[in-house]
Structure formats: structure tokens, C-alpha cells
């Protein structure tokens, strides 16, 4: 009988291997003239798209139609699965929760047109009343939704202590981190915490990263103890890789070559598989990006684009599985933009994704027909690797019609607790 009730407790707390992970279906990849989509928090240095109830996310995005269109805006409440919930906006927002966008401007001095978009939520229009999970969507002129993001507005109500530990698992010992983490909800009464609270666990913000549905291990008191071994666990990967067009005529660290036709070509040095080779450390930001130039003053009008070129060196072709170029730079989905194709005479995996100029973390990852990401596969996964591991707190008590967030906490893993 203890048998099987693991079996039951594993079933629930892992639903997949740590390092596959499996898109879902809410998030909506952008065209093809739609780029550079930016959405983070108006505060210097923050990249993951959370923030506390009454902050400010900020939106920007290219239109490379460069034809000024008129875009608009709808923000949707989500439940803890981002489902949309059954709320009203009137409950979860003042204002318009769908608003035209009124801040865009033509591009300049750039080789490639572009109308730059910008918008902050909230603003003077509208105002975000209540934590949880969000949706933004741009809408086009036939209200046909272009693009989404999802972001996370917190308030908090709950301490919450994270820890980051090599895995103990003999089998694992070397490529996983292992998370642990206690809430201290002293603040907030519960009547069954293993009901009304739930937590999600992300690696670098990774939205396929995500483990869910954890019950608490022990309960002492005001404190809900998330102390696993091992059963919260991820596959370590490795340090994105990474390039800088901030000068984009000149080749410059880890760019080969650059190459003037219609527009600019950035041609990478080559890459090779990582996954066998000794861990290597160099710094990173863990996967996203900055928008940046030295040539210019106003890099949101006058960045220019360049057609990247990647090359991943490998003998053979891998059957079954598809290799893309992966990380924040498109939300960290699967396309048909990012998805590598195999040159049979070169021995290579070659891609060619346009970028806005700036600073990019990149990694390759295998995915198969189902969807399903693997992260270790090319580039290996060492424990030694530094990444941010994030927990938020869900609450809804009995009667309540949406989940709060109510807390969130986070480790890095460059400090290793044991």
C-alpha cells in the first residue's frame, strides 16, 4: 500500500522528466513582421514578468510593415492553469481592459523599416485591481489577436524561503538542482493549506519549465515545509550562449563575420554540440535579452536589424527530434523561425532569425512531433551551471471565484546550499 501511494505522489508532483519539458496552447506566436517583443518591468535590471500589485509592466514591439497600424490591447485574468477566468473585468480591473495602443513612431536611419509600438500597463486608462496570472493580447484592425504574453502581478501575503541544492540522486548528481523552499503564512489564515494553496516552480522563467501541483511535505504551525530530497527537481543545463550586435557593422566577440546586402548580416562563429565536453562557465542572463546600441540615442527607433546566422556543427542528422535556436527572445516557444534545417554536405544544423540590434542569450534544444523540449540533449547539463529559480504562492480559499498569488521568493543556483 506505501508503494502505491508513492506511485500516486510522484504521479502528481512530476508529470514529466524536468529537462522535456511540453508547450502549451495559450501563448500565440507572432508573425513574421511582428518582432523585438519586449515585456518586462519598468525597474532597471528586472526581466521576469512579474510584478507587485501596483507596478508597471512595460510592452514594445516592431512592426517591420512599418506602416503604422492601429493595434490594440486586451488583458485577461487567468486562473492558476491560465485558463481565463470567470471574472469579470469590472473585478479585476478600473478601466478599459481592452484600449487602443496610442505610442508609436516610424523608425529612422535604419537599412530596415519598422513602426516601434510601446505601452506601459497599468496607465492612465486602466488599472489592475487584483493579484494573479494575466494574459495580454494585441489585437490587429480585424480583431484578429497578433500576439499574447503572459505576466503575473503578485501581492504580497506570505514569506516565502527558497534554497537550491545539488541533487542528491546518485544517477543525477552531476546535472540536477534540486529545489526546497518553506512558506511562512503567519499573515494569512487557512483553514486546509494542502487545498487552498498551490505553488508553481519555474527554471530562469521558462514557461515550459514549470512544476506544478506540489503538496506541502509537512505543515508546522504557520509554516508549509516543501523540504523534498529530490522530487523537486531540474536538469541543470548549461550556460546560454550568446551574441552582441550593438555595433552592427563590425564582427565583434563570438560574431565571425557581418556582411551589408539589403540589410546586415551577422554570420555566429560555429557552434558545437556541448553535451560531452567539460562544463565551461562564463555569465549569462539566463536566457533573455536587452535591446541595446552605441551608435545611437534612441535604440527603440534607431536599432537596426540583422539576419543572424547560426550554425550548429554535427555529423549526422538526429532522426525524430527537430533542433531550434531557444530562448526569451521569442518567449521561449517553438517555431517554424527558430526551428534549425539539417545541410547534409556541410554536416551542420543551420538557422537565420532576424534580430533587432542587442545583447542575446541563446541555447539549442531538441523537440519532437508531440512538442515536447528537451534542453540537455545538445547542450548537456552540469550541476555547476548558474541559473534563477523562481516559486509563486497560489491562494483560493473555499467560496473564492480566482486564484490570488500571494507570494513569491527565488534562489540562484550559483550558491549551491550543499
Same mark, same amino acid.
Given at each position: 500500500?506505501?508503494?502505491?501511494?508513492?506511485?500516486?505522489?510522484?504521479?502528481?508532483?512530476?508529470?514529466?522528466?524536468?529537462?522535456?519539458y511540453a508547450q502549451k496552447n495559450v501563448k500565440i506566436a507572432s508573425?513574421?513582421?511582428?518582432?523585438?517583443?519586449?515585456?518586462?518591468?519598468?525597474?532597471?535590471?528586472?526581466?521576469?514578468?512579474?510584478?507587485?500589485?501596483?507596478?508597471?509592466?512595460?510592452?514594445?514591439?516592431?512592426?517591420?510593415?512599418?506602416?503604422?497600424?492601429?493595434?490594440?490591447?486586451?488583458?485577461?485574468?487567468?486562473?492558476?492553469?491560465?485558463?481565463?477566468?470567470?471574472?469579470?473585468?469590472?473585478?479585476?480591473?478600473?478601466?478599459?481592459?481592452?484600449?487602443?495602443?496610442?505610442?508609436?513612431?516610424?523608425?529612422?536611419?535604419?537599412?530596415?523599416?519598422?513602426?516601434?509600438?510601446?505601452?506601459?500597463?497599468?496607465?492612465?486608462?486602466?488599472?489592475?485591481?487584483?493579484?494573479?496570472?494575466?494574459?495580454?493580447?494585441?489585437?490587429?484592425?480585424?480583431?484578429?489577436?497578433?500576439?499574447?504574453?503572459?505576466?503575473?502581478?503578485?501581492?504580497?501575503?506570505?514569506?516565502?524561503?527558497?534554497?537550491?541544492?545539488?541533487?542528491?540522486?546518485?544517477?543525477?548528481?552531476?546535472?540536477?538542482?534540486?529545489?526546497?523552499?518553506?512558506?511562512?503564512?503567519? !499573515?494569512? $489564515? @487557512?483553514?486546509?493549506?494542502?487545498? %487552498? #494553496?498551490?505553488? *508553481?516552480?519555474?527554471?530562469?522563467?521558462?514557461?515550459?519549465?514549470?512544476?506544478?501541483?506540489?503538496?506541502?511535505?509537512?505543515?508546522?504551525?504557520?509554516?508549509?515545509?516543501?523540504?523534498?530530497?529530490?522530487?523537486?527537481?531540474?536538469?541543470?543545463? !548549461?550556460? $546560454? @550562449?550568446?551574441?552582441?550586435?550593438? %555595433? #552592427?557593422?563590425? *564582427?565583434?566577440?563570438?560574431?565571425?563575420?557581418?556582411?551589408?546586402?539589403?540589410?546586415?548580416?551577422?554570420?555566429?562563429?560555429?557552434?558545437?554540440?556541448?553535451?560531452?565536453?567539460?562544463?565551461?562557465?562564463?555569465?549569462?542572463?539566463?536566457?533573455?535579452?536587452?535591446?541595446?546600441?552605441?551608435?545611437?540615442?534612441?535604440?527603440?527607433?534607431?536599432?537596426?536589424?540583422?539576419?543572424?546566422?547560426?550554425?550548429?556543427?554535427?555529423?549526422?542528422?538526429?532522426?525524430?527530434?527537430?533542433?531550434?535556436?531557444?530562448?526569451?527572445?521569442?518567449?521561449?516557444q517553438i517555431t517554424e523561425e527558430n526551428k534549425m534545417i539539417y545541410?547534409?554536405?556541410?554536416?551542420?544544423?543551420?538557422?537565420?532569425?532576424?534580430?533587432?540590434?542587442?545583447?542575446?542569450?541563446?541555447?539549442?534544444?531538441?523537440?519532437?512531433?508531440?512538442?515536447?523540449?528537451?534542453?540537455?540533449?545538445?547542450?548537456?547539463?552540469?550541476?555547476?551551471?548558474?541559473?534563477?529559480?523562481?516559486?509563486?504562492?497560489?491562494?483560493?480559499k473555499f467560496g473564492d471565484r480566482y486564484d490570488q498569488v500571494v507570494?513569491?521568493?527565488?534562489?540562484?543556483?550559483?550558491?549551491?546550499?550543499?
Open positions: 500500500m506505501q508503494k502505491f501511494k508513492l506511485l500516486i505522489f510522484l504521479s502528481i508532483i512530476i508529470p514529466l522528466s524536468p529537462a522535456i508573425p513574421t513582421n511582428i518582432k523585438s517583443i519586449s515585456f518586462k518591468p519598468k525597474k532597471l535590471n528586472s526581466y521576469a514578468p512579474i510584478i507587485k500589485l501596483g507596478e508597471t509592466m512595460q510592452l514594445s514591439f516592431d512592426d517591420l510593415e512599418g506602416d503604422m497600424k492601429m493595434y490594440s490591447y486586451k488583458i485577461e485574468h487567468c486562473d492558476y492553469d491560465w485558463n481565463i477566468s470567470n471574472l469579470s473585468t469590472t473585478e479585476y480591473m478600473t478601466g478599459y481592459a481592452e484600449d487602443r495602443i496610442r505610442d508609436f513612431e516610424n523608425s529612422f536611419n535604419t537599412l530596415q523599416d519598422y513602426t516601434h509600438y510601446e505601452l506601459q500597463i497599468p496607465n492612465q486608462n486602466n488599472r489592475i485591481k487584483i493579484s494573479g496570472n494575466y494574459i495580454i493580447s494585441i489585437i490587429d484592425e480585424d480583431d484578429t489577436v497578433v500576439f499574447n504574453r503572459r505576466f503575473i502581478v503578485y501581492q504580497p501575503q506570505v514569506q516565502v524561503g527558497v534554497t537550491a541544492h545539488r541533487s542528491t540522486d546518485i544517477a543525477s548528481i552531476f546535472e540536477k538542482h534540486s529545489i526546497q523552499f518553506v512558506i511562512n503564512n503567519q !499573515n494569512l $489564515f @487557512l483553514n486546509n493549506p494542502k487545498e %487552498e #494553496i498551490k505553488v *508553481a516552480v519555474y527554471q530562469n522563467m521558462d514557461w515550459n519549465s514549470v512544476m506544478k501541483n506540489i503538496p506541502p511535505k509537512y505543515i508546522q504551525g504557520s509554516r508549509l515545509l516543501y523540504n523534498y530530497v529530490d522530487e523537486i527537481s531540474f536538469y541543470a543545463g !548549461n550556460e $546560454f @550562449l550568446y551574441f552582441d550586435t550593438k %555595433e #552592427i557593422r563590425n *564582427a565583434t566577440n563570438n560574431i565571425a563575420k557581418v556582411r551589408l546586402e539589403e540589410i546586415f548580416n551577422t554570420y555566429l562563429y560555429i557552434d558545437e554540440s556541448r553535451a560531452k565536453t567539460a562544463y565551461s562557465f562564463f555569465p549569462d542572463v539566463n536566457g533573455d535579452f536587452v535591446l541595446r546600441t552605441i551608435d545611437t540615442n534612441d535604440e527603440s527607433l534607431e536599432g537596426d536589424y540583422s539576419l543572424v546566422h547560426f550554425i550548429l556543427e554535427n555529423r549526422s542528422e538526429i532522426q525524430q527530434e527537430d533542433i531550434y535556436v531557444y530562448g526569451s527572445f521569442n518567449d521561449w545541410n547534409s554536405n556541410e554536416k551542420k544544423y543551420e538557422a537565420a532569425i532576424l534580430f533587432k540590434q542587442g545583447f542575446y542569450n541563446y541555447t539549442y534544444v531538441t523537440a519532437n512531433s508531440e512538442g515536447k523540449i528537451n534542453t540537455s540533449k545538445i547542450e548537456g547539463s552540469y550541476y555547476q551551471t548558474e541559473n534563477e529559480y523562481t516559486v509563486l504562492v497560489y491562494y483560493k507570494g513569491v521568493g527565488s534562489a540562484n543556483s550559483e550558491r549551491l546550499e550543499n
